[in-house]
């Protein structure tokens, strides 16, 4: 096990130059996204500007022909735009929505999806979730019928990212429509355009509140064949194949956002001041910070050794599932502590007050626990692994 960071110094170099962008473009704006719940769709093509849509992939594709540790660096410093759901929108495009296409599409359908969405052109969402089944991937009763030409599709996501924005969903689909309905080896994927039959109404959040979050519904959507993404049937192992990735770069938000919080925490603690001394020279909450200051750092170890491990191309289930399980309860419990020692200043919504308020940083790091896959299902996931 190595916890040395897995970063060159190119990747060092890539990370300042992200920062920057994002200190200059991104962050003076995040409170007002925040406020109107709404980041505005040119940040795709801003971002994509900068590269930043397309680092792990071919330049072929318009991409930047990087690999997984420059995305990584991504992750990480997204936290610095300051608003969970701005990031978690640029993320669920580039780490969730186009994974897929770029591993299981053909060419045509890279050049058709992939290539305008490293651009900033197209937006995309994963459509995975349903109103009866989210933990339970299998149990999905979204369907979609064969009819000439390609498929028929029926249904009802929700939660989905990007779920009001995006000019095409990656949607997981029942194909076997059988009688008791088939489950893992039932599911199939469809590229489906926004368009006749597809319609979004915006959730409303307790966090991630820039973010555009949304059910999807289906009505006889015609879907082409040549939009059918991998294998027929075969929509499980699509799933499986980018969910360690997925909770990788949320593992990798968690600690950029941690380090944040901390730092600023601890600047706080130094500046302002109580019975005579700055807060952090009382010792309860100088440990408060410690044990903070050991947790950022346990779990960027963690997180950075089941990176190595990804990168390196061993299939590293057992430390993915531990980063992700470890890191996003982690968080939320060091944003609130953060929260705690900025006492009243702390539970302020911060509108006019410094680009990173805690108390979002503390909503936005409750989702964790909870999406792409939740800790119990980490557990569970974990207890198969460890034999139990
Ligand atoms: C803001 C937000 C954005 C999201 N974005 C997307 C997206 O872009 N695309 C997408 O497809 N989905 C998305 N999701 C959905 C997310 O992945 C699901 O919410 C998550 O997988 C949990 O599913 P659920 O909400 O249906 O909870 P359920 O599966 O109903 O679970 C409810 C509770 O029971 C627990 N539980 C379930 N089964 C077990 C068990 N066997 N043993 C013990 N405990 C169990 C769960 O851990 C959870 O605590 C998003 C969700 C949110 C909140």
């Not at 409170?31 to 680092?55: C, I, K, Y």
């Not at 509140?209 to 027929?232: K, M």
């Not at 944040?260 to 010792?283: M, S, V």
């Amino acid at each position: 096990m190595s916890t040395d960071p897995p970063f060159t110094s190119e990747h060092e170099e890539l990370r300042s130059s992200i920062r920057g962008f994002i200190d200059r473009e991104l962050a003076p704006h995040a409170q007002r996204w925040e406020q109107e719940q709404w980041f505005p769709d040119d940040l795709f093509p801003l971002m994509a500007a900068q590269g930043l849509l397309g680092l792990k992939y071919p330049e072929s594709y318009g991409g930047q022909g990087g690999d997984y540790l420059h995305e990584a660096v991504l992750c990480e410093e997204m936290a610095r735009i300051g608003s969970g759901g701005t990031a978690a929108g640029l993320g669920a495009h580039i780490n969730i929505a186009t994974p897929p296409i770029w591993k299981f599409g053909t060419d045509e359908q890279k050049q058709r999806y992939l290539v305008p969405a490293i651009a900033g052109e197209r937006i995309g969402a994963l459509g995975i979730t349903e109103p009866g089944a989210g933990s339970d991937v299998a149990a999905i009763a979204t369907r979609a019928e064969r009819v000439d030409g390609g498929f028929l599709v029926n249904g009802e996501k929700t939660y989905i990212t990007n779920g009001v924005r995006a000019h095409f969903i990656v949607t997981a689909v029942k194909t076997k429509i059988e009688d008791p309905p088939a489950r893992h080896g039932g599911i199939s994927f469809l590229i489906v355009d926004r368009g006749e039959g597809v319609s979004s109404s915006a959730l409303h959040k307790l966090g991630w509140q820039a973010s555009d979050t949304a059910t999807i519904s289906y009505q006889d959507v015609f879907v082409p064949e040549q939009n059918l993404l991998g294998e027929l049937h075969g929509g499980f192992k699509l799933i499986m194949a980018n969910f360690q990735w997925e909770r990788l770069a949320m593992a990798l938000g968690a600690v950029g956002a941690m380090r944040l919080a901390w730092e600023r925490t601890a600047q706080f603690a130094r500046e302002r001041r109580t019975f005579g001394r700055p807060l952090g020279r009382h010792q309860v909450i100088a440990h408060k910070l410690a044990d903070m200051a050991t947790s950022v750092y346990t779990c960027r170890c963690v997180t950075y050794d089941a990176l190595r491990r990804f990168v390196a191309g061993e299939e590293p289930l057992k430390e993915v599932t531990m980063a992700k399980l470890l890191t996003q309860r982690a968080a939320f419990e060091l944003m609130d502590e953060a929260l705690q020692i900025h006492g009243g200043a702390g539970y302020m919504r911060g509108d006019d007050g410094p680009p990173h308020p805690i108390e979002r940083a503390a909503r936005d790091a409750r989702l964790g626990p909870i999406g792409g896959g939740s800790d119990e299902i980490m557990r569970e996931i974990l207890a198969k692994a460890l034999d139990l």
